[in-house]
């Protein structure tokens, strides 16, 4: 059964038994700073298992795409050294929500492992919770029991072990409960009790794990509480299964891996079989393409900070096992790109990003080999060097330079460190790390904050009624916090936010910000934010400028219409930049982040290269035709598969329900989006672009301004223009030919300079004859000018003057020295011009080094300069003999 096949199995299976198939979420968790990665199935849905979401169904099934390889759950260490562990897999799953619970969970795994897969039950064990005294926590007797009567198992079969085995928790907060694992091994292994040891266990291979939902814990160590309703949470990894199935005791000898491994192999022109240690590169390569396509696809481009930088260390490991295997030239984006093919059925949006993934590997490739070379050789240097020193362990040091100058993670270092039977000192590269961070003021901490007072209560109200095409309401006071507690009520001049049943006021999302206006009742408050929590719960951050503010009172919102206009103004070009960037630069586009408020829009997307001028000229031209067409805006409610067919365009790092909005600005954008618009293109009234750079490695940022705020730019470059035009004396238009002229003419005169001033030098105030010491000619020279062009332009000429010998040319002002020295060819076996250099820095307080032709360095001690030529004397009379 292929691999594919068991996926449709899964899924058809229970489809059969009521419940809904939905999509796999994103490898990037949407609001969850608690995660890197999605790494379980049910990370979609953390949520409603607390009761903080709702869905229209209350039984799912999956396949999720799962990343470990970063935080609690890490298999980065042991990928391809073993054969179960990966970095990316598919955990099939099925979810009960308040539905269904241990019966039916229990009953339907062991139909669809025995009946539908047609595994044999005596291949198979089962353990359950035997429960935990420290936790308050007794055995689960009840899933024990149920295990009993389905499978016919006795107590021998059906094995009680403890928390560390089967109680499961995502992370440190969050939904969690005890576990049944079921077990396979089909090669006659004895069947484990509750206290043996782990290699005991070893030959059972864990292929299902039944997790039954009944508590969460909200904070780290924190006391567990029961859950809304009691819940279920299945997840079966595919690879495992899979090699079940295709009868494989390794996971990278399934169809999961084997047509990545064969174009890995074919690449490097190394045989599967070959040799244990080639076989391990072959699957970390197999095992990472794939993890680096599904993140890539999802928005993760190689960097160095937080899932970037995991990504990052994922993709150079691969690299560095290409290199193992011989491969020289960038090969990861074909391996990835075979990744895709072979995955494209199940996942479809591989096929539509393919363009980016292709590019963002072969540019992380080509940045890594563009130091490796030099990485490794300065490793090799280093075991020469410790091996000397009988020194084991690789300082800190140096561990940074390769991380900071070559490109290597801490853990690549390790690896080779450890291939070569060296340790590195972790603690001493982690000092490095954080004063090069303090130096630059820099912090790795990434994830979004929430407000858990405001997702508290959030969760416990109904959603806002947003009153979209409104920008008044009365509405209803139905809680109010001040200083982050729900009060009955609050007076004058106190900062408060406050919630109610229905508003016109936009709360911040998808880029958009929040609205802002005033509220009127019994008191008058000024509204500065809108903020939504927990269910769509709308949040108005306010001042009361007088009065008391009472819930249960009803009160008139207004929005800032003037602001607003602006805001819709910004949004709506966003997405016609959107489309614009698309149509101009490439399909690779998509968006990496967004900010929209009254005053300009910011887009972050990916690309790899600066914008040139022709192409942003293009892209403000077909933006501003849209504006000109006066197309209408229109908006749809749709089931989220529907504005996937349409060809909507969905939002980076967004979280979508079942139904979606689907906004269309102009004639041809189309985007899911839940912000406000302008009713017609021609509302923007003129859209301008007023910068664009990178922010990360694949990543450009553009800002632009619309309507009064794209004249106004407008006129202020045009006021610039009329200036510099007035000061060159020339009309506006000329202006750029005059600066030409004027460029070519400065050049012209600084080569004159140049020339004049070696001319100056080379004269100089000091002896510019020959003098001979140990039979070696030299002539040193001394003037008042230190610029480098100059005095390297002296010493050629020099050098030519004397044929053989030895050169210095001394600059000095003030305050400082320029020292540069050369050695003709014809010497170079016994004089160095970097040594001789050396020996004169320390007279001028100063230092410099170079080849054995020429060395430049320079100095702040103007009075030693006569000394520094008597040491160039000395080091000429030791050195020639």
Same mark, same amino acid.
């Given at each position: 059964?292929?691999?594919?096949?068991?996926?449709?199995?899964?899924?058809?299976?229970?489809?059969?038994?009521?419940?809904?198939?939905?999509?796999?979420?994103?490898?990037?968790?949407?609001?969850?700073?608690?995660?890197?990665?999605?790494?379980?199935?049910?990370?979609?849905?953390?949520?409603?298992?607390?009761?903080?979401?709702?869905?229209?169904?209350?039984?799912?099934?999956?396949?999720?795409?799962?990343?470990?390889?970063?935080?609690?759950?890490?298999?980065?260490?042991?990928?391809?050294?073993?054969?179960?562990?990966?970095?990316?897999?598919?955990?099939?799953?099925?979810?009960?929500?308040?539905?269904?619970?241990?019966?039916?969970?229990?009953?339907?795994?062991?139909?669809?492992?025995?009946?539908?897969?047609?595994?044999?039950?005596?291949?198979?064990?089962?353990?359950?919770?035997?429960?935990?005294?420290?936790?308050?926590?007794?055995?689960?007797?009840?899933?024990?029991?149920?295990?009993?009567?389905?499978?016919?198992?006795?107590?021998?079969?059906?094995?009680?072990?403890?928390?560390?085995?089967?109680?499961?928790?995502?992370?440190?907060?969050?939904?969690?409960?005890?576990?049944?694992?079921?077990?396979?091994?089909?090669?006659?292994?004895?069947?484990?009790?509750?206290?043996?040891?782990?290699?005991?266990?070893?030959?059972?291979?864990?292929?299902?794990?039944?997790?039954?939902?009944?508590?969460?814990?909200?904070?780290?160590?924190?006391?567990?509480?029961?859950?809304?309703?009691?819940?279920?949470?299945?997840?079966?990894?595919?690879?495992?299964?899979?090699?079940?199935?295709?009868?494989?005791?390794?996971?990278?000898?399934?169809?999961?891996?084997?047509?990545?491994?064969?174009?890995?192999?074919?690449i490097s022109g190394v045989s599967v079989?070959?040799?244990?240690?080639?076989?391990?590169?072959?699957?970390?390569?197999?095992?990472?393409?794939?993890?680096?396509?599904?993140?890539?696809?999802?928005?993760?481009?190689?960097?160095?900070?937080?899932?970037?930088?995991?990504?990052?260390?994922?993709?150079?490991?691969?690299?560095?096992?290409?290199?193992?295997?011989?491969?020289?030239?960038?090969?990861?984006?074909?391996?990835?790109?075979?990744?895709?093919?072979?995955?494209?059925?199940?996942?479809?949006?591989?096929?539509?990003?393919?363009?980016?993934?292709?590019?963002?590997?072969?540019?992380?490739?080509?940045?890594?080999?563009?130091?490796?070379?030099?990485?490794?050789?300065?490793l090799d240097e280093t075991f020469v060097?410790?091996?000397?020193?009988?020194?084991?362990?690789?300082?800190?040091?140096?561990?940074?330079?390769?991380?900071?100058?070559?490109?290597?993670?801490?853990?690549?270092?390790?690896?080779?460190?450890?291939?070569?039977?060296?340790?590195?000192?972790?603690?001493?590269?982690?000092?490095?790390?954080?004063?090069?961070?303090?130096?630059?003021?820099?912090?790795?901490?990434?994830?979004?904050?929430?407000?858990?007072?405001?997702?508290?209560?959030?969760?416990?109200?109904?959603?806002?009624?947003?009153?979209?095409?409104?920008?008044?309401?009365?509405?209803?006071?139905?809680?109010?916090?001040?200083?982050?507690?729900?009060?009955?009520?609050?007076?004058?001049?106190?900062?408060?936010?406050?919630?109610?049943?229905?508003?016109?006021?936009?709360?911040?999302?998808?880029?958009?910000?929040?609205?802002?206006?005033?509220?009127?009742?019994?008191?008058?408050?000024?509204?500065?934010?809108?903020?939504?929590?927990?269910?769509?719960?709308?949040?108005?951050?306010?001042?009361?400028?007088?009065?008391?503010?009472?819930?249960?009172?009803?009160?008139?919102?207004?929005?800032?219409?003037?602001?607003?206009?602006?805001?819709?103004?910004?949004?709506?070009?966003?997405?016609?930049?959107?489309?614009?960037?698309?149509?101009?630069?490439?399909?690779?586009?998509?968006?990496?982040?967004?900010?929209?408020?009254?005053?300009?829009?910011?887009?972050?997307?990916?690309?790899?290269?600066?914008?040139?001028?022709?192409? &942003?000229?293009?892209? %403000? /031209?077909?933006?501003?035709?849209?504006?000109?067409?006066?197309? @209408? #805006?229109?908006?749809? *409610?749709? =089931?989220?598969?529907?504005?996937?067919?349409?060809?909507?365009?969905?939002?980076?790092?967004?979280?979508?329900?079942?139904?979606?909005?689907?906004?269309?600005?102009?004639?041809?954008?189309?985007?899911?989006?839940?912000?406000?618009?302008?009713?017609?293109?021609?509302?923007?009234?003129?859209?301008?672009?007023?910068?664009?750079?990178?922010?990360?490695?694949?990543?450009?940022?553009?800002?632009?301004?619309?309507?009064? &705020?794209?004249?106004? %730019? /407008?006129?202020?470059?045009?006021?610039?223009?009329?200036?510099? @035009? #007035?000061?060159?004396? *020339?009309? =506006?238009?000329?202006?750029?030919?005059?600066?030409?002229?004027?460029?070519?003419?400065?050049?012209?005169?600084?080569?004159?300079?140049?020339?004049?001033?070696?001319?100056?030098?080379?004269?100089?105030?000091?002896?510019?004859?020959?003098?001979?010491?140990?039979?070696?000619?030299?002539?040193?020279?001394?003037?008042?000018?230190?610029?480098?062009?100059?005095?390297?332009?002296?010493?050629?000429?020099?050098?030519?003057?004397?044929?053989?010998?030895?050169?210095?040319?001394?600059?000095?002002?003030?305050?400082?020295?320029?020292?540069?020295?050369? *050695?003709?060819?014809?010497?170079?076996?016994?004089?160095?011009?970097?040594?001789?250099?050396?020996?004169?820095?320390?007279?001028?307080?100063?230092r410099g080094g170079g080849k054995p032709?020429?060395?430049?360095?320079?100095?702040?001690?103007?009075?030693?300069?006569?000394?520094?030529?008597?040491?160039?004397?000395?080091?000429?009379?030791?050195?020639?003999?």
């Amino acid at each position: 059964m292929k691999a594919s096949e068991i996926r449709a199995k899964f899924i058809n299976f229970f489809e059969g038994k009521g419940h809904t198939r939905v999509s796999s979420s994103s490898l990037v968790p949407s609001g969850d700073a608690t995660l890197l990665f999605s790494n379980a199935g049910m990370v979609q849905f953390k949520d409603v298992f607390t009761g903080t979401e709702s869905r229209s169904y209350s039984r799912a099934t999956s396949s999720q795409k799962c990343v470990r390889a970063g935080g609690k759950h890490n298999d980065l260490d042991e990928v391809g050294r073993t054969p179960r562990h990966h970095t990316f897999f598919e955990m099939l799953g099925n979810f009960s929500f308040g539905d269904y619970f241990k019966e039916d969970a229990i009953t339907w795994a062991w139909e669809l492992l025995t009946e539908e897969y047609g595994i044999d039950p005596s291949t198979l064990i089962i353990t359950y919770f035997k429960g935990d005294e420290s936790m308050g926590i007794g055995p689960d007797t009840e899933a024990r029991d149920i295990w009993k009567r389905v499978t016919g198992f006795g107590d021998d079969r059906i094995i009680g072990l403890g928390t560390k085995e089967n109680f499961w928790m995502m992370g440190d907060v969050g939904p969690m409960g005890p576990c049944s694992e079921i077990h396979y091994n089909a090669q006659g292994a004895s069947i484990p009790t509750t206290d043996s040891p782990d290699n005991e266990w070893e030959p059972w291979l864990e292929i299902w794990n039944l997790v039954f939902m009944q508590y969460q814990r909200n904070e780290k160590n924190g006391p567990l509480s029961k859950l809304p309703a009691p819940s279920i949470d299945t997840g079966a990894g595919l690879e495992r299964l899979a090699s079940v199935l295709q009868n494989k005791t390794n996971n990278y000898d399934t169809d999961v891996f084997t047509p990545i491994i064969a174009m890995a192999s074919e690449i490097s022109g190394v045989s599967v079989g070959d040799a244990q240690k080639t076989d391990t590169s072959l699957r970390v390569i197999a095992d990472h393409a794939r993890t680096a396509t599904f993140l890539i696809c999802d928005g993760v481009f190689p960097d160095k900070t937080g899932r970037e930088y995991v990504l990052r260390r994922i993709f150079r490991r691969a690299v560095r096992h290409g290199k193992l295997l011989g491969i020289e030239e960038p090969f990861m984006h074909k391996v990835c790109a075979t990744v895709i093919e072979h995955m494209k059925d199940a996942y479809p949006e591989l096929v539509t990003r393919k363009a980016v993934v292709n590019e963002v590997a072969l540019e992380e490739e080509k940045r890594f080999r563009s130091t490796l070379d030099r990485g490794l050789n300065l490793l090799d240097e280093t075991f020469v060097e410790m091996k000397k020193k009988n020194d084991k362990t690789i300082s800190g040091d140096r561990v940074f330079q390769l991380y900071d100058t070559y490109g290597f993670p801490q853990d690549l270092t390790e690896i080779i460190a450890n291939e070569n039977g060296y340790a590195i000192d972790h603690k001493g590269f982690e000092d490095a790390l954080a004063e090069a961070r303090a130096r630059s003021k820099f912090s790795g901490q990434s994830g979004d904050v929430v407000d858990d007072v405001y997702k508290n209560i959030g969760s416990t109200m109904q959603a806002t009624t947003f009153l979209r095409d409104s920008l008044t309401s009365e509405s209803e006071i139905l809680a109010i916090l001040l200083q982050g507690k729900q009060v009955e009520s609050a007076s004058t001049g106190d900062k408060v936010a406050f919630v109610t049943d229905s508003t016109p006021f936009y709360a911040e999302s998808g880029g958009q910000v929040g609205d802002s206006g005033i509220a009127k009742g019994a008191a008058s408050l000024t509204v500065t934010d809108t903020k939504k929590f927990g269910t769509n719960v709308h949040f108005h951050f306010a001042t009361i400028a007088e009065g008391t503010l009472s819930v249960g009172q009803n009160y008139s919102l207004q929005v800032d219409g003037a602001r607003r206009n602006a805001i819709r103004a910004n949004h709506s070009a966003t997405h016609l930049l959107h489309l614009a960037l698309k149509n101009v630069l490439g399909d690779h586009v998509t968006q990496k982040g967004s900010l929209v408020n009254e005053e300009k829009l910011r887009f972050d997307f990916s690309h790899f290269h600066p914008i040139s001028s022709e192409e &942003k000229e293009a892209i %403000e /031209t077909w933006v501003n035709q849209q504006v000109i067409n006066n197309a @209408a #805006s229109s908006t749809e *409610v749709l =089931p989220i598969e529907e504005a996937q067919k349409r060809g909507a365009v969905a939002m980076f790092g967004e979280k979508y329900g079942e139904t979606v909005r689907v906004v269309r600005v102009g004639d041809e954008s189309l985007e899911f989006c839940g912000g406000t618009h302008v009713n017609r293109t021609g509302d923007i009234g003129l859209f301008k672009l007023v910068g664009e750079q990178g922010i990360a490695q694949g990543v450009r940022r553009i800002e632009a301004v619309t309507a009064m &705020k794209a004249i106004n %730019e /407008t006129r202020k470059l045009e006021r610039a223009l009329a200036e510099c @035009a #007035s000061h060159l004396k *020339v009309t =506006p238009a000329e202006v750029p030919n005059r600066i030409a002229k004027m460029r070519t003419e400065l050049k012209s005169l600084e080569k004159q300079v140049t020339t004049l001033g070696a001319k100056l030098a080379a004269g100089g105030q000091a002896s510019d004859s020959i003098e001979t010491t140990a039979g070696v000619r030299w002539v040193a020279t001394k003037s008042n000018i230190v610029d480098s062009a100059v005095l390297r332009k002296t010493g050629d000429a020099l050098r030519d003057k004397i044929a053989s010998g030895v050169v210095i040319v001394i600059g000095s002002d003030d305050s400082s020295v320029r020292v540069l020295t050369m *050695v003709t060819k014809d010497l170079h076996g016994k004089l160095h011009a970097g040594e001789l250099l050396k020996a004169m820095a320390p007279h001028i307080d100063g230092r410099g080094g170079g080849k054995p032709d020429m060395a430049q360095g320079g100095g702040k001690n103007v009075s030693g300069i006569p000394q520094a030529l008597d040491a160039a004397r000395n080091y000429i009379a030791t050195a020639a003999n």
